[in-house]
């Protein structure tokens, strides 16, 4: 008889997408509202995005459990901050705290691959990517999540002048304007939510510039 092991894992892949794209003047972040589990929809109407700052905004996939363990924290952390400083903190400060955050827990790492996004000391777009241990890296544009490996191709195409790919390296923002911008993150929307189960349902964009914040929101496939 062969023997039979339980196989338990304190982690789960929820799925869905998270884009951010920087600007010369603002920043826009996007995430799907899809929550799954395997083959199976948990909820269609759950928000991967939350505004840690006036300036700063995260957008998180992953297991969504974690991320909420993780926001918990670094709005804790921000309160602290905000007593001692007497200001709220900037995006690239920002940054450098949820890299800690993670590191600090690498060992038993917290399962959420979170893309920041907002608006840095000049005014200019701001978007950190990282991985799941706090490895971070400021960049023009970037994409996390189950649907990542088919938008950031489709981006370093159509984003040429802030690209890793190419030498010499530009500046990290995009040469788009605003509204360009929120209709390249809705076409890639558009076109992973196609070939991905984990996308899909509606996409919350978040865009944050001079004026403050505001958010659009779009239907995507329900199937």
Same mark, same amino acid.
């Given at each position: ?17 998270? %884009? ?5 003047? &603002?920043?826009?972040?996007? *995430? ?12 269609? =109407? ?10 700063? %905004? !995260? ?6 459990? =974690?991320?909420? *363990? !993780?926001?918990? /924290? ?29 590191? &600090?827990?690498? $060992? $038993? ?17 701001? /978007?950190?990517? &990282? ?37 010499? *390296?530009?500046?990290? %923002? ?10 390249? /993150?809705?076409?890639? $929307? ?7 189960? &984990? ?13 403050? /914040? ?10």
């Amino acid at each position: 008889m062969t023997k039979q092991q339980a196989n338990w894992s304190p982690y789960d892949n929820n799925g869905g997408t998270c %884009v951010a794209v920087a600007g010369a003047d &603002y920043c826009v972040i996007a *995430a799907d509202t899809r929550m799954s589990t395997g083959y199976n929809i948990l909820t269609r =109407d759950y928000s991967k995005i939350i505004k840690l700052a006036d300036k700063c %905004v !995260l957008a998180s996939s992953g297991f969504q459990a =974690d991320v909420g *363990a !993780l926001q918990k /924290v670094l709005a804790a952390r921000h309160l602290i901050y905000q007593h001692q400083h007497n200001k709220q903190m900037s995006c690239p400060a920002m940054g450098q705290l949820l890299s800690n955050t993670l590191y &600090y827990k690498r $060992f $038993f790492p917290y399962y959420a691959f979170n893309v920041l996004g907002g608006l840095d000391n000049e005014g200019k777009g701001c /978007v950190f990517t &990282y991985d799941a241990v706090g490895s971070y890296e400021r960049v023009g544009y970037s994409s996390q999540g189950s649907g990542s490996t088919l938008i950031m191709p489709f981006l370093d195409n159509q984003l040429k002048s802030p690209s890793p790919l190419l030498l010499p *390296a530009k500046d990290a %923002v995009t040469p788009l304007s605003e509204s360009e911008a929120i209709d390249l /993150v809705k076409t890639c $929307f558009a076109s992973a939510t196609e070939r991905d189960i &984990y996308t899909g349902d509606k996409l919350e964009i978040v865009i944050l510039n001079a004026d403050g /914040v505001r958010r659009e929101e779009m239907d995507l496939r329900r199937d």
